[in-house]
């Protein structure tokens, strides 16, 4: 089944328009080096999918309110999910890259500051083993939806069940380079405003 011109047409139109985005900013902050590219590509990528979701999902109100006797446009609700379930898991990864989830410090903070360290550098430990038994299971549910063709949207299902082998793959990354860090470091962990400061220096 081929993929729809519509599918085509408006993912193409919000790449062009992320990326004027992007080159805007680019050229207002001036931002160079490998790691800032990165920040760049993972903010692109997450705002392509936020207007693929938007507009998908714009297209699919108006039409079924206002068009449904002239107009088919039966794509736009798989192509909004496709999208949403993307950027859920691209948005998780580039939130623990920042070390931006939200974590409950209560009894961290009750302890001496090496048990502080100890205790973050055990929890590294485990989302990067979480992550990668995730990248492992990801991998193998996406490879048994090859051949399964989405009916609307034309492409293998495996689309969007690669996005959490490929999301988890990056929070591993992330995880140990968090862990060298942290065993690096002899302090505390910064504060939120100086991990945002470091996450951003990646």
Not at 80 to 108: G, K
Request: aromatic content about 10%; glycine content about 2%.
């Amino acid at each position: 089944m081929d993929i729809p011109e519509g599918v085509v047409a408006l993912i193409a139109l919000c790449m062009l328009a992320a990326g004027i985005m992007q080159w805007l900013r680019y050229r207002q902050t001036g931002i160079s080096g490998a790691a800032a590219l990165w920040i760049l590509f993972e903010e692109y990528v997450a705002i392509v999918l936020i207007l693929i979701t938007a507009v998908a999902v714009a297209i699919q109100i108006t039409v079924r309110y206002f068009l449904a006797r002239y107009v088919v446009v039966s794509w736009t609700q798989d192509l909004a999910l496709l999208a949403l379930i993307w950027l859920s898991f691209w948005t998780a990864a580039a939130l623990h890259r920042r070390r931006d989830h939200i974590s409950l410090s209560l009894v961290r903070d009750l302890l001496p500051e090496r048990a502080q360290r100890m205790m973050l550098i055990i929890a590294d430990i485990i989302v990067f083993l979480i992550a990668c038994l995730l990248v492992w299971y990801g991998f193998r549910e996406a490879k048994f939806q090859t051949d399964i063709d989405s009916l609307t949207l034309g492409v293998p299902l495996a689309t969007s069940a690669s996005a959490v082998p490929v999301c988890f793959a990056l929070i591993a990354i992330y995880s140990i380079v968090h862990l060298v860090n942290r065993i690096r470091s002899p302090h505390n962990p910064p504060s939120a405003p100086a991990k945002r400061e470091e996450a951003e220096a990646l």
